[in-house]
T-cell receptor, first 114, second 114 residues
């Protein structure tokens, strides 16, 4: 069974700091990769996704993620965070054999201090 | 488009009571999902329905039943609620094909079982 690891449970940054959230997955085949964001009191929203092609993916609100196949990683980055980025971030994976099911990581709570 | 809607938003039950969580989507999606979200555990799939008339178990199906009433609606039933089912429940749907847009989530139902 595939699994997704997000090693940072809680990250605290000051505004304008750079962000990198780690995501590693365990599955040897072709994968589809997602990052979702959940703002306080809201539902999950898709931040960005990778299916194929350029491993550097750009999403909404200045976020990007890089797929490194050899490291089974899909880390989320943002050069300069804002207070409004305070949220919980979830990495998710689906694989080609079950493309319609997602496996989620445990989430990373990001707190950005003004 | 309302997207994915869920009712109720909040519910408090006593141990042993039953209830049904309702979910509807107006995006003409084939696949629908029920997740539970617990602190530090991310989202775990309870049941899903790949298409109208089909349902399958996910990672944590015990204590739950589902009904795919029609293409729009997918309900989750707790027959005899237990405190371990205290959680936030999210419904999601996904478009046909490869689901290139990922899954769309509802606003969630916060359930407390006393």
């Amino acid at each position: 069974a595939q699994s997704v690891s997000q090693h940072n449970h809680h990250v605290i940054l000051s505004e304008a700091a750079s962000l990198e959230l780690g995501c590693n997955y365990s599955y040897g085949g072709t994968v589809n990769l997602f990052w979702y964001v959940q703002y306080p009191g809201q539902h999950l929203q898709l931040l960005l996704k990778y299916f194929s092609g350029d491993p550097l993916v750009k999403g909404i609100k200045g976020f990007e993620a890089e797929f490194i196949k050899s490291k089974f990683s899909f880390n989320l980055r943002k050069p300069s965070v804002q207070w409004s980025d305070t949220a919980e971030y979830f990495c998710a994976v689906s694989h080609s054999g079950s493309a319609r099911q997602l496996t989620f990581g445990s989430g990373t709570q990001l707190t950005v201090l003004p | 488009n309302a997207g994915v809607t869920q009712t109720p938003k909040f519910q408090v039950l006593k141990t042993g009571q039953s209830m049904t969580l309702q979910c509807a989507q107006d995006m003409n999606h084939n696949s629908m999902y029920w997740y539970r979200q617990d602190p530090g555990m991310g989202l775990r799939l309870i049941y899903y329905s790949a298409s109208e008339g089909t349902t399958d178990k996910g990672e944590v199906p015990n204590g739950y039943n589902v009904s795919r009433l029609n293409k729009r609606e997918f309900s989750l039933r707790l027959e005899s609620a237990a405190p371990s089912q205290t959680s936030v429940y999210f419904c999601a749907s996904m478009s046909p094909g490869l689901g290139l847009e990922g899954q769309f989530f509802g606003p969630g139902t916060r359930l407390t079982v006393l």
